[in-house]
């Protein structure tokens, strides 16, 4: 494999389940390399004088006895020099053609979108052929109008309308999926197969990114910290992609009012919200924590479906 990852998905039951009967020195050795052969992409050296300096009181041939013992019990494989993992294998190989199917596609969709431009273009400022004289003469103001149709003034709104039409960044719906707890590339997750990331769910990233201001880091990091709050409270992903929507509107709505409260036309007296027009990460966590704390007390039937104190939603719509 040529590429390592930074990060790999963890799936904490298999991983439970896979330890289950190792001993200490089994366990340590299984972790570390692990992790070193998804950082090494799909495979690492299996030089144990190497690995056992990760480990402070397990020496070289203690840990090559402990490779040999994982070996024979299917946690890890050897191929020749190389110890590999199935699963560590399959993503590795995953990632790699993922990486190679974009910079094809990358390739593929600049040439062909060159060459429609230019045919597009050849004939845009073209004047229309008249058979009278006294015609094209007539019509000669509404020519130099067509001629200016495509043009943008430097201080008009064009760098915006730009801005609309770019692309998302190749790998935006990567990212998101990332932060939902979703496979990158599948959109797969949990043990239901719920799929994230189709069409549909993109155009609206989208329209959160174009409509609502937001750039596709603010997008990414306000999601993470929604999926953190769900997973510490046990409340695991949302049913549906609207739910992040009615965490950005909120969070829109309030840059808004922080945006009108710093405003120099505020009258004076008036109090202006201290802060900046980005949130704080620790009150986006706390919101998103109580959020998923009411849910899950709703779920369990502790409280009644309906306004509650308890939920910040309730708290806002004051």
């Known amino acids: 494999m040529k590429h390592g990852s930074d990060w790999y998905k963890r799936y904490p039951n298999d991983h439970l389940g896979g330890i ?53 019990r299917g946690k890890l494989d050897r191929e020749g020099d190389q110890l590999t993992q199935k699963r560590a294998t399959i993503e590795a190989k995953t990632k790699e053609d993922l990486s190679e199917t974009r910079q094809g596609a990358g390739k593929k969709g600049g040439i062909s979108s060159g060459v429609s431009r230019q045919e597009s273009q050849k004939n845009r400022y073209l ?11 007539r019509r000669g103001g509404k020519r130099k109008g067509e001629e200016r149709r495509g043009e943008v003034d430097d201080d008009d709104d064009g760098g915006r309308v730009h801005a609309r039409e770019a692309d998302q960044s190749p790998d935006f719906r990567e990212r998101l999926l990332v932060a939902i707890g979703a496979d990158p590339v599948s959109g797969m997750i949990g043990p239901t197969g719920k799929r994230f990331g189709t069409g549909h769910e993109m155009a609206r990233a989208q329209k959160w990114r174009d409509n609502f201001g937001f750039t596709e880091d603010e997008i990414v990091q306000e999601i993470a910290i929604i999926t953190e709050a769900r997973d510490a409270n046990g409340t695991g992903p949302p049913g549906s992609w609207a739910y992040y929507e009615s965490a950005l509107t909120r969070l829109k709505t309030e840059r808004a009012i922080a945006a009108m409260d710093t405003s120099p036309d505020t009258p004076q007296g008036t109090p202006r919200a201290n802060r900046s027009n980005s949130r704080p990460l620790a009150d986006n966590r706390e919101f998103h924590r109580a959020h998923a704390e009411y849910e899950r007390r709703l779920a369990a039937g502790e409280i009644d479906r309906g306004p509650d104190p308890s939920d910040p939603w309730a708290r806002i719509s004051e």
């Open 127 to 137: 004047s229309e052929a008249y058979a009278c004289p006294r015609e094209e003469e």
């Open 20 to 72: 289950q009967g190792l001993s200490v020195k089994e366990h340590a050795v299984y972790s570390i390399v692990l992790d070193l052969i998804y950082s090494h992409g799909g495979s690492v050296n299996d030089d144990p004088g190497w690995i056992s300096g990760w480990i402070k009181d397990l020496g070289p041939s203690a840990t090559r006895n402990t490779i040999n013992s994982l070996v024979a």
